[in-house]
């Protein structure tokens, strides 16, 4: 860490308000950024979480990723079909049960996330473009550390789509 002082507002005076403070206007400032980053995407950041998950990981069930993400499986059924219709993704049956549907990235899909995840590794570079290099890097290991504390076993995508308070929601 450096000795320099944030330029900018002052923040809360308080180290509890401090933590919420500063996370909030990150994460404001973060989803508006993603959001205008994947506008073109069917149901926009939603879209890219639904994209992500399908390429980044094993080909999920069609419900397993439903309930992964925190999306009503109708609501998830319709999101599909659209991105089926933009050839993004395809369901598969699934060859261990013949009831089950794979969600499987197309070439096209892997190329429009690859395409979104630069743009948004370059607006998160502009969004900590006040710290250094090496701040950035310390910034998010103990950003990635803390949730990960504040979560302990729970998946990614599933930790952030719990709602505040712990209950889950079948809504988008």
């Known amino acids: 860490m450096t000795d320099r002082e944030p330029t900018g507002s002052p923040a809360p005076s308080t180290q509890g308000s401090v933590i919420g403070w500063a996370l909030a206007v990150l994460l404001r400032e973060w989803s508006a950024r993603v959001e205008d980053i994947s506008r073109d ?5 939603r879209g890219y979480q639904v994209l992500s998950a399908v390429v980044h990981e094993a080909p999920p069930t069609q419900a397993a990723l439903a309930a992964r993400l925190g999306i009503d499986r109708t609501v998830m059924t319709y999101l599909l079909d659209k991105f089926e219709g933009c050839d993004l993704v395809e369901r598969r049956q699934d060859p261990a049960d013949r009831r ?6 197309t070439e096209h899909g892997r190329r429009v996330l690859a395409e979104l995840d630069a743009r948004v590794a370059r607006a998160e570079d502009e969004l900590l473009s006040g710290l250094v290099p ?6 998010t290991a ?11 076993g729970e998946d990614r995508c599933a930790a952030a789509a719990r709602p505040v308070g712990g209950r889950t929601s079948d809504t988008v």
């Open 142 to 152: 103990l950003l990635e550390h803390a949730a990960t504390g504040a979560a302990p």
């Open 41 to 45: 995407l069917p149901h926009g950041v």
């Open 134 to 139: 090496e701040d950035r890097r310390v910034l």
């Open 100 to 105: 089950a549907r794979r969600i499987v990235p």
